[in-house]
């Protein structure tokens, strides 16, 4: 069955430092999502990503994140330089039309030190 | 700005007992999906309801969605320990927006 794979499924980071979290979305598919989840939270939209460009961003996602999509098969969400509290584990979502289920990868869990 | 809420945020039952979980949303979206997590995991799909009346049912879950009313329901009946994780259900304005979710424990 096809899913969405992440890695790491942990990474550990000084704070400042810069990471890069990677994702191969369902080969299908052509909209992808970040989503994050702090501890026993609530599921938070960062941003979607369609036809090689963010369709949509949240207020969480600021100059310090960005995506890309550099091969046609992964998709990375970058944070530039880590804070505490960007400790959270990130979820990649695909879905192979818009509006439609979206599939989850099994997330990586960041810790900043 | 879309918003979904849902109740209980906890709910403790009993093993064999039926109990709803409440998903409220402020968007006119027709779309409404539930979603599980356990403990440390991804979320796992559970439902797709794409239209107003939409009522889908899996073992012991089953729900329903009322777009007039921006209200779906996800009905427990005769709860098992193994039905223990937190449920989300998520509305679709511009992108997947999630509720708080309903961290359900089923006790013995």
């Known amino acids: 069955e096809p899913e969405v794979t992440q890695t790491p499924s942990h990474q550990v980071t000084q704070m400042g430092q810069e990471v890069i979290l990677r994702c191969v979305p369902i080969?299908?598919?052509?909209?992808f999502y970040w989503y994050r989840q702090i501890l026993g939270q609530k599921v938070e939209f960062l941003v979607s990503?369609?036809?090689?460009?963010?369709?949509?961003k949240s207020e969480i996602f600021d100059d310090q994140f960005s995506v890309e999509r550099p091969d046609g098969s992964n998709f990375t969400l970058k944070i530039r330089s880590t804070k505490l509290e960007d400790s959270a584990m990130y979820f990649c979502?695909?879905?192979?039309?818009?509006?439609?289920?979206?599939?989850f990868g099994q997330g990586t869990r960041l810790t900043v030190v | 700005e879309l918003k979904v809420e849902q109740n209980p945020l906890f709910l403790s039952m009993q093993e064999g007992k039926n109990y709803t979980i409440y998903c409220n949303y402020s968007?006119?979206?027709?779309?409404l999906y539930w979603y599980r997590q356990d403990p440390g995991k991804s979320l796992e799909s559970l439902f797709v309801?794409?239209?107003?009346?939409a009522v889908k049912q899996e073992g012991r879950l089953m729900a329903s969605l009322d777009t007039k009313a921006r209200l779906s329901t996800l009905h427990i009946t005769a709860a098992v320990h193994d039905l223990s994780a937190t449920y989300f259900c998520?509305?679709?304005?511009?992108?997947?927006?999630f509720g708080p979710g309903t961290r359900l424990s089923v006790l013995p």
């Open positions: 979502a695909s879905t192979g039309q818009r509006n439609t289920e979206a599939f």
């Open positions: 080969s299908n598919h052509l909209y």
């Open positions: 990503f369609y036809n090689n460009e963010i369709s949509e």
């Open positions: 968007t006119t979206s027709d779309r």
């Open positions: 309801l794409l239209s107003n009346g």
């Open positions: 998520a509305s679709d304005g511009q992108n997947f927006v």
